[in-house]
C-alpha cells in the first residue's frame, strides 16, 4: 500500500456505497443540488452494457447451467445463492474472506448497484405492530418513530421505483401506492380460497413487488422471463444502476468513483463534525482523502459496522459515532428455513404461460393480538409459489428411456406448492460484528468478525411455522405434503440489519429518528444497519423510505447552516 496520501476535492456530500439505500441517498442528494461522491468499492456497472449473460439461453452457458464443483470449493458460501447467470455479481469468497465465529452466509455483491443488481425486490411496508413492538415487550430499545413519520416517504418510494400489488386494507401490513398486480395461478387462487374459507385471520394475495407491470419511468415494462438477478436490460425491475444512479446522473452533480475501499470516516475533533473519508484505491493501493460537509455510510448492514469501528480517534477509541457501545451488535437477519410443500392432484387442464418472477404472500397471522399464549414472541410471513411440475422435477422419480421415457418428461406433471415463513429475529447485543485482532485483507484492514446465531424465539417460530404450513396444504387437499425446516445458518436470507440502532436514548443507540448520529452530526446511516427491530417483512423498501426521508432533513439542516 503506498504510504501517500493524496487529499483530493471537497464535496458536498459523500455516500459510501451505491446499492439501494447508496443509490437513493445519491439521487436525493443530487437532486437538491448538493455535488456529491458516491464511492463503490467494486468494479462499474452500467445498465443494459453489463449485463452479459441477461439473453443467454440454457443450452448457452457452459456446464449444462450448472455450477462446477470448483464454483462450489471455491465459493461455500456466494454459491449458496448464485448460479451460472449471476455469479459475476457476487464476490469471491477466497478474495474477500471474513471469520464466522459461529455460521454465518455473508452474500455480498461488490459492483456499482451491489445487491440491487440480484434482490429479490419484495417490498412491504412495516406497521405500528412492528414500530411499537420492543417497547410494548421490554425488549432492546424503542423506535424513534412511528408509522406516520414514515408513511409519505414509503409512497414517495413507491411512486418512483413502481410497486405492483394488491390492496387488501390490513393494518399490520399497510397498503402503498401499487401498480396493476400480477396474478395468481389458478392453484395458488384454490389454496387462497381454502385458506379464507378455513380462517378468517388468514389470507393470501400476489407478492408486492418492485417488477413493472406496465411501462414506468421510461422502464420496463416486465417481461416474464424471470431471470432478474442476471441483470434487466429491459428495466423491468428496480435496481440502482436502472434507476437511481442515472437519475443523479442526469443532474449533473454526481461523481461516482468505483474501486474504491472506504477504510475509515474521517473525525475532525476541533469541529466535533466528520471531515471526510479515507479510501484505498481498490487497484492501485494509493490513499485519498475525500472531504464533504455530510456523510451517508450505506455500504451495508456488516461493512457499515465495520466501517465504523475501523474509525478510531482520540474522541472515539472504540469507533466513530461509538459512545453507547451499540455498534456493531444487535445483527438480525430474518430465517426463513422452515415450510411445507405438496402436491395437488385437480386443474390438470390448466397451464401457465411465462415465468411469473413473484410468488404469493400470506402475510402475518401470528400475536397480531393480545393474549394469543404462543410459545414465542413477534411473528412471520409465508411466502411461496404455485408451479406445474417440470421435467427437471420428474426426472428424480420417472426412471426409464427412449421415446415414451421424453414423453413421461415432457408432459406437465402435477400442481405443487412450495412455501416457507420468513420469521421475524429479535435484536440479541451478543449477535454482533467485530474486527479481528489478528487478520487482515489485502489492503491491510482488519477482517470482519461475525457471531451470530438464531436463538429459542426463532427456532419456536419456525416449528410453528412448519407445521402450520402443513395443516393448510391439508385443509386444501394436497397430498405428499413435507414440513421441512433447512437449518439454513443466519446470514442466508439476505436480511442482515441492526448494528448502528436508531433510537431516542444517545446512551443505548448509535443514531436518532432521523437516521443521524447522535454524536456526529453530519454522519448519516441509512442501509440496514440503521434498524431497531426486524419485523418480518422483507427491509428493502424501509431502507429507500428512511433514505429519502433522512436525505430531505439533511439538505434542509444544511441549507439552514446547521450542519
Given amino acids: 500500500?503506498?504510504?501517500?496520501?493524496?487529499?483530493?476535492?471537497?464535496?458536498?456530500?459523500?455516500?459510501?456505497?451505491?446499492?439501494?439505500?447508496?443509490?437513493?441517498?445519491?439521487?436525493?442528494?443530487?437532486?437538491?443540488?448538493?455535488?456529491?461522491?458516491?464511492?463503490?468499492?467494486?468494479?462499474?456497472?452500467?445498465?443494459?452494457?453489463?449485463?452479459?449473460?441477461?439473453?443467454?439461453?440454457?443450452?448457452?452457458?457452459?456446464?449444462?447451467?450448472?455450477?462446477?464443483?470448483?464454483?462450489?470449493?471455491?465459493?461455500?458460501?456466494?454459491?449458496?445463492?448464485?448460479?451460472?447467470?449471476?455469479?459475476?455479481?457476487?464476490?469471491?469468497?477466497?478474495?474477500?474472506?471474513?471469520?464466522?465465529?459461529?455460521?454465518?452466509?455473508?452474500?455480498?455483491?461488490?459492483?456499482?448497484?451491489?445487491?440491487?443488481?440480484?434482490?429479490?425486490?419484495?417490498?412491504?411496508r412495516l406497521s405500528d405492530l412492528d414500530f411499537n413492538a420492543n417497547l410494548k415487550e421490554g425488549i432492546a430499545v424503542d423506535w424513534p418513530i412511528r408509522y406516520s413519520d414514515i408513511s409519505a416517504w414509503y409512497s414517495y418510494v413507491?411512486?418512483?421505483?413502481?410497486?405492483?400489488?394488491?390492496?387488501?386494507?390490513?393494518?399490520?401490513?399497510?397498503?402503498?401506492?401499487?401498480?396493476?398486480?400480477?396474478?395468481?395461478?389458478?392453484?395458488?387462487?384454490?389454496?387462497?380460497?381454502?385458506?379464507?374459507?378455513?380462517?378468517?385471520?388468514?389470507?393470501?394475495?400476489?407478492?408486492r413487488i418492485a417488477n413493472l407491470t406496465r411501462g414506468w419511468d421510461k422502464r420496463g415494462p416486465c417481461q416474464y422471463r424471470n431471470l432478474c438477478s442476471r441483470g434487466c436490460p429491459f428495466g423491468g425491475y428496480f435496481s440502482s444502476n436502472s434507476s437511481t444512479i442515472p437519475a443523479a446522473m442526469e443532474t449533473g452533480n454526481l461523481t461516482l468513483r468505483p474501486y474504491s475501499v472506504v477504510s475509515e470516516v474521517i473525525y475532525d475533533e476541533k469541529n466535533k463534525k466528520a471531515s471526510g473519508v479515507r479510501v484505498i484505491d481498490a487497484i492501485s493501493s494509493d490513499i485519498y482523502e475525500f472531504n464533504a460537509k455530510i456523510i451517508f455510510v450505506n455500504a451495508s448492514t456488516i461493512a457499515t459496522a465495520g466501517i465504523l469501528l475501523n474509525s478510531?480517534?482520540?474522541?472515539?477509541?472504540?469507533?466513530?459515532?461509538?459512545?453507547?457501545?451499540?455498534?456493531?451488535?444487535?445483527?438480525?437477519?430474518?430465517?426463513?428455513?422452515?415450510?411445507?410443500?405438496?402436491?395437488?392432484?385437480?386443474?390438470?387442464?390448466?397451464?401457465?404461460?411465462?415465468?411469473?418472477?413473484?410468488?404469493?404472500?400470506?402475510?402475518?397471522?401470528?400475536?397480531?393480538?393480545?393474549?394469543?399464549?404462543?410459545?414465542?414472541?413477534?411473528?412471520?410471513?409465508?411466502?411461496?409459489?404455485?408451479?406445474r411440475q417440470e421435467w427437471m422435477d420428474k426426472s428424480k422419480f420417472i426412471g426409464g428411456f427412449g421415446k415414451d421415457f421424453k414423453e413421461k418428461l415432457t408432459t406437465p406433471g402435477p400442481w405443487s406448492v412450495w412455501m416457507a415463513g420468513w420469521g421475524e429475529c429479535l435484536p440479541e447485543f451478543s449477535n454482533r460484528v467485530a474486527l479481528s485482532k489478528e487478520s487482515v485483507d489485502k489492503w491491510g484492514l482488519p477482517l470482519i468478525e461475525i457471531d451470530f446465531s438464531f436463538r429459542e424465539n426463532e427456532t419456536k417460530m419456525m416449528t410453528d411455522i412448519r407445521n402450520t404450513s402443513g395443516e393448510i396444504l391439508e385443509k386444501a387437499g394436497f397430498s405428499n405434503i413435507d414440513t421441512f425446516n433447512y437449518n439454513k445458518p443466519g446470514g442466508t436470507t439476505v436480511h442482515e440489519m441492526g448494528t448502528a440502532r436508531m433510537g431516542n436514548d444517545p446512551k443505548t443507540s448509535v443514531l436518532n429518528k432521523f437516521n443521524q448520529m447522535h454524536d456526529v452530526p453530519n454522519v448519516f446511516i441509512t442501509d440496514g444497519s440503521c434498524m431497531t427491530s426486524s419485523g418480518c417483512q422483507n427491509p428493502s423498501l424501509t431502507y429507500m423510505a428512511l433514505t429519502a426521508r433522512a436525505c430531505d432533513y439533511a439538505y434542509e439542516k444544511l441549507r439552514k447552516g446547521e450542519l
Fill in 1 to 124: 500500500m503506498s504510504g501517500k496520501v493524496n487529499i483530493s476535492n471537497t464535496f458536498d456530500a459523500i455516500v459510501v456505497g451505491s446499492g439501494i439505500s447508496g443509490g437513493w441517498a445519491a439521487m436525493e442528494l443530487c437532486k437538491k443540488g448538493l455535488k456529491t461522491l458516491l464511492l463503490e468499492r467494486g468494479r462499474d456497472v452500467k445498465h443494459i452494457q453489463d449485463y452479459p449473460t441477461a439473453n443467454l439461453a440454457p443450452w448457452e452457458f457452459e456446464n449444462g447451467h450448472n455450477l462446477t464443483i470448483n464454483d462450489i470449493k471455491s465459493d461455500p458460501v456466494q454459491s449458496t445463492l448464485y448460479g451460472p447467470g449471476d455469479k459475476h455479481f457476487y464476490v469471491r469468497d477466497s478474495e474477500h474472506p471474513y471469520v464466522q465465529k459461529s455460521p454465518f452466509n455473508w452474500l455480498r455483491g461488490y459492483q456499482v448497484g451491489g445487491r440491487s443488481l440480484v434482490w429479490g425486490r419484495q417490498c412491504y
Fill in 312 to 387: 478510531i480517534s482520540s474522541r472515539f477509541p472504540n469507533g466513530i459515532g461509538n459512545d453507547s457501545g451499540q455498534i456493531g451488535h444487535n445483527l438480525m437477519d430474518h430465517h426463513s428455513s422452515a415450510g411445507a410443500s405438496g402436491i395437488h392432484s385437480g386443474f390438470s387442464e390448466s397451464y401457465y404461460k411465462g415465468r411469473r418472477p413473484s410468488g404469493f404472500l400470506i402475510p402475518r397471522y401470528r400475536n397480531l393480538k393480545d393474549n394469543e399464549n404462543l410459545s414465542f414472541k413477534r411473528g412471520y410471513n409465508i411466502q411461496g409459489h404455485g408451479e
Fill in 158 to 207: 413507491e411512486s418512483f421505483i413502481g410497486v405492483s400489488g394488491k390492496r387488501e386494507g390490513l393494518a399490520h401490513l399497510p397498503d402503498g401506492e401499487f401498480l396493476d398486480p400480477m396474478e395468481l395461478n389458478c392453484i395458488e387462487l384454490h389454496l387462497k380460497k381454502s385458506i379464507e374459507e378455513d380462517n378468517g385471520d388468514r389470507m393470501l394475495t400476489i407478492a
